[in-house]
């Protein structure tokens, strides 16, 4: 005899599962996308005894002519500063680091082979890992200088020679400072 039906749960068959599934994605797959624009490869220099290169397939149009393909898209123009060419009285030396932070950590430099150092105004010697007061400037209206936790900052804010000493292991180091 025939089973009757069950009452209560009925379960699913997987074609219908996978297609609750599927349902839930979006459909990003079934959009066309158009592709970006290529330029196509330059001619080498020497095509001496070389071949032509192929012509790709194209298709005719009703005319008879092949859709002709415009020039790429030129990208578009920056915005430049335009700067006066330097003179030789504002032109910075080869040597000078211009108006930068150097960094002169202590621990890792050997105050010896440091003479002398060339900055444009506005350029900063920060020494690090020295005490509060122990640096010293020969030229104190030339420089704008602060200390804290063990970091000096000496600002150069006007054109000259500055001498700048810093004590290490019971002796005294002169770095010799260009300010240009």
């Known amino acids: 005899m025939a089973e009757p039906p069950r009452r209560g749960r009925r379960r699913a068959s997987p074609a219908l599962a996978a297609l609750a599934v599927l349902a839930g994605t979006p459909a990003c797959a079934d959009r066309p996308v158009s592709p970006l624009p290529i330029r196509p490869p330059a001619p080498a220099a020497s095509t001496v005894g070389a071949a032509a290169p192929p012509t790709p397939a194209v298709p005719e149009t009703s005319t008879g002519t092949r859709p002709s393909r415009g020039p790429a898209p030129s990208p578009p123009p920056r915005s430049r500063t335009v700067r006066p060419p330097a003179s030789a009285s504002t032109a910075l030396p080869s040597a000078c680091l211009g108006a930068v932070r150097y960094d002169l950590v202590l621990a890792e430099t050997e105050l010896a082979l440091l003479k002398s150092l060339c900055f444009a ?46 004590p290490q292991d019971g002796r005294t180091y002169p770095i010799t400072v260009v300010v240009v």
């Open 121 to 166: 105004t506005g350029g900063v010697l920060r020494i690090r890992g020295i005490g509060p007061g122990l640096v010293t400037v020969d030229r104190a209206d030339l420089v704008s200088r602060s200390y804290e936790a063990g970091v000096v900052d000496i600002r150069f804010v006007r054109t000259g020679t500055v001498v700048v000493t810093i």
